[in-house]
């Protein structure tokens, strides 16, 4: 396929068939046309405004969508053999699949080590409000930073908002610092 662990990229263009981070273990075969995103099948739900009570996706089918990208990171995280960060936790970033089942997928950005190394110093890349405010600081990408983009992504998913919503004041633009001021506050 072209992935390089050393660069994190794809160094050709090519259609992923199936895709196994295990040695000599054969994959299973995906049909990509068969995979909407997260961000397709919950669109009404992202766009609503504010906290509006109207959802076009039940919460047993939220809550199922947000397990399966858990499941992802602690396997990409903990029991793959190598670790892999994936570095773009987002919803478009999201697929599910013929069992409505959903699938962390674009490892365009990712990066692999091995586990107990520290990562390097990179490039920061991504979407604002899914950047973990460490990575934007230090440059680092680690699990953590990958948590903290699961986060934004289940703030957005469970309330229907985007991370950053220009339209808000400045108290609510950014949908973390919000939520948080508002635990902060007990409200």
């Known amino acids: 396929m072209g992935f390089s662990a050393s660069t994190g990229l794809l160094t050709a ?3 992923v068939l ?3 981070f295990r040695i000599g273990v054969r994959a299973q075969d995906l049909d990509p046309s068969e995979l909407p995103s997260l961000m397709k099948r919950s669109k009404k739900v992202v766009q609503r ?3 509006a009570t109207e959802e076009t996706t039940d919460l047993g089918t939220k809550i199922q969508d947000l397990i399966g990208v858990a499941q992802a990171l602690l396997y990409l995280h903990e ?5 892999v960060v994936h570095r773009e936790v987002k ?3 999201v697929l599910i699949d013929a069992e409505l089942d959903a699938k962390l997928g674009d ?3 990712s990066w692999i080590y091995e586990h107990g190394i520290n990562p390097q110093t990179t490039n920061i890349v991504g979407i604002l409000g899914y950047l973990a405010p460490e990575f ?3 440059g680092k990408a680690t699990s953590s930073t990958d948590v903290y983009s699961y986060g934004a992504l289940m703030l957005e998913v469970s309330r229907g908002r985007r991370p950053i919503d220009p339209q808000k004041n400045a108290q609510e633009l950014v949908l973390v610092d919000w939520v948080r001021e508002l635990h902060s506050c007990d409200q």
Do not use: V
Request: charged share 20%; hydrophobic share 15%; net charge positive.
């Open 107 to 109: 490892f365009g950005l």
């Open 49 to 51: 405004k504010g906290f």
């Open 79 to 83: 029991e793959c053999d190598q670790r």
């Open 18 to 20: 199936g895709w196994s």
């Open 13 to 15: 263009s090519h259609n």
């Open 136 to 138: 934007t600081k230090t």
């Open 91 to 93: 919803p478009s970033n």
